[in-house]
T-cell receptor, first 111, second 114 residues
Framework: QKEVEQDPGPLSVPEGAIVSLNCTYSNSAFQYFMWYRQYSRKGPELLMYTYSSGNKEDGRFTAQVDKSSKYISLFIRDSQPSDSATYLCAMSEGSNYQLIWGAGTKLIIKP | SAVISQKPSRDICQRGTSLTIQCQVDSQVTMMFWYRQQPGQSLTLIATANQGSEATYESGFVIDKFPISRPNLTFSTLTVSNMSPEDSSIYLC???????????FGDGTRLSIL
C-alpha cells in the first residue's frame, strides 16, 4: 500500500462546476499538506500549503485536512477551462522531512 | 515566490555522454532539491543540494551517476552522467526559503537519450 493514495483520473467536469480532489494517507505523523497544480510541460505550482487540520481558502480554492480520517481535499469553485491540469498532493512529517507525493489527478474542465 | 530558471529546458543526448543542468534562483534560498519525473508520473526526489557540502542522496541514487554542486545560496547544478535511455525523463529543481517553507519548482529539463 502506498503512503499517499490519489486517483489519477482523468476527472472531467463541465465549466462552472465545483470540483473535489482528494488524497488519503496512512502515516498519522504527516503534519504539512500541500496541493500543487501542474500544466503540461511546466513545473508544479504551489496552490495551497496547510499545517495540521482545518480549512484554508484562497480565492476559488479551498483546502481541507481531516487528520482523524487521514484525508485531504481540494475544492475548486466556479471551475474554468484554465483549471485543466494535473493536481498533485504532497505531505510531510515535518519541515525538514521528505515530501511524499500522490500520483496526481488529471482534471479536465469542459467549456 | 522565487523565480527559478532551469537550463537547458530540453535536450536530446547520445548514450554514454553526460549533461549538466543548471538551476538559478533570483533570491537566496535555504533549501534546493532535485527531482525526476517520468511523463504522466509523480515526482521522485533524487537529492537535497547542500550549500558548501556534499548533497544528500535518496535511496537508489548515487553521487557517481548524479553529481550535484551548490556553490552558493542561489545556484545549483545536477549532472546526469554516462547516460542511457533509462535516464530519459524530466528533471526538476525546487527551492524552499526556509526549512519550514513549502517548495517551489522550476519548469524542468526534458531529457531524451538516444
Amino acid at each position: 500500500q502506498k503512503e499517499v493514495e490519489q486517483d489519477p483520473g482523468p476527472l472531467s467536469v463541465p465549466e462552472g462546476a465545483i470540483v473535489s480532489l482528494n488524497c488519503t494517507y496512512s502515516n498519522s505523523a504527516f503534519q504539512y499538506f500541500m496541493w500543487y497544480r501542474q500544466y503540461s510541460r511546466k513545473g508544479p505550482e504551489l496552490l495551497m500549503y496547510t499545517y495540521s487540520s482545518g480549512n484554508k481558502e484562497d480565492g476559488r480554492f479551498t483546502a481541507q485536512v481531516d487528520k482523524s480520517s487521514k484525508y485531504i481535499s481540494l475544492f475548486i469553485r466556479d471551475s474554468q477551462p484554465s483549471d485543466s491540469a494535473t493536481y498533485l498532493c504532497a505531505m510531510s512529517e515535518g519541515s525538514n522531512y521528505q515530501l511524499i507525493w500522490g500520483a496526481g489527478t488529471k482534471l479536465i474542465i469542459k467549456p | 515566490s522565487a523565480v527559478i530558471s532551469q537550463k537547458p529546458s530540453r535536450d536530446i543526448c547520445q548514450r554514454g555522454t553526460s549533461l549538466t543542468i543548471q538551476c538559478q534562483v533570483d533570491s537566496q534560498v535555504t533549501m534546493m532539491f532535485w527531482y525526476r519525473q517520468q511523463p504522466g508520473q509523480s515526482l521522485t526526489l533524487i537529492a537535497t543540494a547542500n550549500q558548501g557540502s556534499e548533497a544528500t542522496y535518496e535511496s537508489g541514487f548515487v553521487i557517481d551517476k548524479f553529481p550535484i554542486s551548490r556553490p552558493n545560496l542561489t545556484f545549483s547544478t545536477l549532472t546526469v552522467s554516462n547516460m542511457s535511455p533509462e535516464d530519459s525523463s524530466i528533471y526538476l529543481c525546487s527551492v524552499a526559503r526556509g526549512t519550514d517553507q513549502p517548495q517551489h519548482f522550476g519548469d524542468g529539463t526534458r531529457l531524451s537519450i538516444l
